[in-house]
């Protein structure tokens, strides 16, 4: 059979793409080279607890924000309701430094009210920078990569707050060492600040599950252990992609969310002025699942943001994982209404060195995993509260973990720092979505497959 597009990848972007391309009568396939969706934000059972891999929390919540608001644009393009979505928000997160402390919510107010008790001379700037990130024109894929350092640094002044505004923005989003592209910044700062987190009691699931649920009643196809060792092409032009197995599937165009680099390698051509670099940063986190909620061991908070250092130290570490910052996620402690009924947890992500995690294995590779957890605990007891005693479960992945499941290069979480923003890749009908095109967040990722897929509609031939 023919497909009008085949999509390489079951992740948000190749399932949101998906069952936008089958709403307008497109012939679509996903392949997916693993038995489950998701990609980077999947799930799975381990020790009897249903656990997630990825997802902290969705960003762009907004309940009540206007219709051009990104979660209910992608809600209209996926002929979805916010409800579907089952999405509790978040109560109150920090952003944790020797030098201060920043509580916000979903109420930009307060973190309003925390620049200006913390950071006095900065509280006009602060409010400049919303205004600059409220007003930038997001739709503007032609500039090239501005320095969201620099460019922030001079409405923030001081260092201190700079350096604190930016570590939750490239902790979740950015593919740089240090910094982050300025279109980026001001998507993740929209998204985390400006419009809110929330997190569904069922955690991922949830979310895949309604997107799955989506493809097939729109007439979307999906073929799991289905990997696509190349992409053939004629006369410049995209006709076909071949599997692990030899089957030869002939389609119109090709939508990829394996990332830029490794979607190339799957050409029999090159591009030769396509020089993206292979992405350098990874991380390790752990999973504890406590006995009891961690709100009664003394911590409220639904997300913490830690630094140790005065400076963001953002880059692949000389150690195998970098303790000095991280982020620490409670999924027991957002908003719910009814009581939370599932594990109880404690989720703590830090950068960690590709290249340590991929040279070891068997029992080495667990003696370190069990060893750096157990690190890790006891550097953010100075951050929160001690759960050591209380862990009854606990699970570890690694770089090699995200290079296993995801195939991006060096275990890159966030991909290649060069981003093809606009998706067109050299070789026609060959397309780019997913964290490779630069959207972030999972509604990031789900919008860059609707864009993609209207892309591929206006240029059918």
Known sequence: MTYD???????????????????????????????????????????????????????????????????????????????????????TSKIVFPFA??????????????????????????????????????GDLASGRKSARKIVSEIITDPDLLEMILLPVLYYGSAEEDDIDFWQFCIMFQSLFLEGLARPPGGVRVILSTLLKRLEDAGGELRFGAQVTRIEETDGKVTAVILKDGERIECGSVLSSAGRIETTELTDTKPPDDSARAGQLSFVESINILDRPAKELGEDSTLIFYCNSEKIRYRKPEEPVDL?????????????????????????THMADYDYWFGIEGLQYMKAKADWRLRSLETIANVTSDFRDHIKFSDIF??????????????????????????????????????????????GAMLSGVIMANVIMKEKD
Do not use: W
């Open 5 to 91: 597009t085949v999509i390489i990848g079951a992740g948000m972007s190749g399932l949101a793409a998906g069952i936008r391309l089958a709403h307008f009568d497109s012939r679509v396939l996903i392949v997916e080279k693993h038995f489950r969706e998701g990609g980077l934000n999947s799930y799975y059972t381990a020790g009897g607890y249903p656990l997630d891999t990825g997802l902290h929390a969705m960003t762009n919540y907004a309940p009540n924000g206007p219709k051009s608001a990104p979660l209910k644009k992608l809600l209209r393009s996926l002929r979805l309701r916010l409800s579907d979505f089952d999405l509790t928000p978040q109560t």
């Open 101 to 138: 402390t920043l509580t916000f919510s979903n109420d930009l107010d307060l973190l309003k009210q925390e620049v200006t008790q913390n950071f006095p001379n900065q509280a006009d700037n602060f409010v400049k920078l919303i205004k600059v990130v409220n007003e930038y024109d997001f």
């Open 324 to 348: 000095d910052s991280g982020v620490i996620c409670f999924p027991g402690n957002f908003d719910y209404t009814d009581s939370y009924n599932g594990p109880e947890m404690v989720r703590v």
């Open 398 to 443: 690694t770089p090699d973990t995200v290079r296993r499941y995801t195939g991006h290069i060096n275990g890159a979480v966030y991909g290649s720092p060069d981003k093809l923003k606009r998706g067109v890749t050299n070789l026609r009908k060959l397309y780019i979505c997913g964290s490779d095109q630069g959207y972030l967040g999972i509604v």
